[in-house]
């Protein structure tokens, strides 16, 4: 299952799709038709290709993870900035894969920043947020995020 946020998402998330011999579920939000999103010369390529199940680090940060996916990456960028103008650095990543889910990437923000919002436009549980939540607390990075609060 795939949710691109932008042009190059959408293009190298569908040729994956295609490419895959298994059945890919490809989510497009009709919010995002007709926004144009720049593309640099590597997605320009006729061979341009994106890995299923690889999250994006859209923006560095250091104090706070957002994660979402499709148009939420937009929303999350969004209170970015806002967060930077009050001295807060977020880490913004761009799921751009539901199944499989890039873990890998979001615990190793989490450990970073110690902090984890999940932004999306569906129901409060049952939701992308929910199963992140519960893939970080069933992981053996919970550990480490206890030892970091009773250390406090």
């Not at 390529?45 to 979402?68: C, H, M, N, R, Y």
């Not at 001295?87 to 539901?98: C, H, M």
Request: hydrophobic residues 40%.
């Amino acid at each position: 299952v795939v949710s691109p946020y932008n042009s190059e998402d959408a293009k190298g998330l569908l040729k994956a799709a295609i490419r895959d011999p298994d059945p890919v579920v490809f989510l497009e939000n009709e919010l995002l038709y007709g926004v144009q999103y720049p593309m640099g010369d590597e997605a320009l390529s006729k061979d341009f290709v994106l890995p299923i199940g690889k999250a994006k680090v859209e923006k560095q940060g250091k104090d706070i993870t957002i994660v979402g996916h499709s148009k939420a990456v937009e929303t999350a960028l969004d209170a970015a900035k806002i967060l930077a103008g009050q001295g807060i650095d977020a880490e913004v990543i761009n799921l751009r894969s539901l199944r499989p889910l890039d873990i890998e990437t979001i615990t190793k923000s989490v450990m970073k920043t110690n902090y984890l919002i999940s932004v999306e436009g569906g129901w409060p549980q049952c939701g992308i947020g929910s199963e992140i939540s519960a893939r970080i607390m069933e992981s053996k990075y919970l550990s480490y995020i206890f030892t970091f609060f009773h250390n406090l």
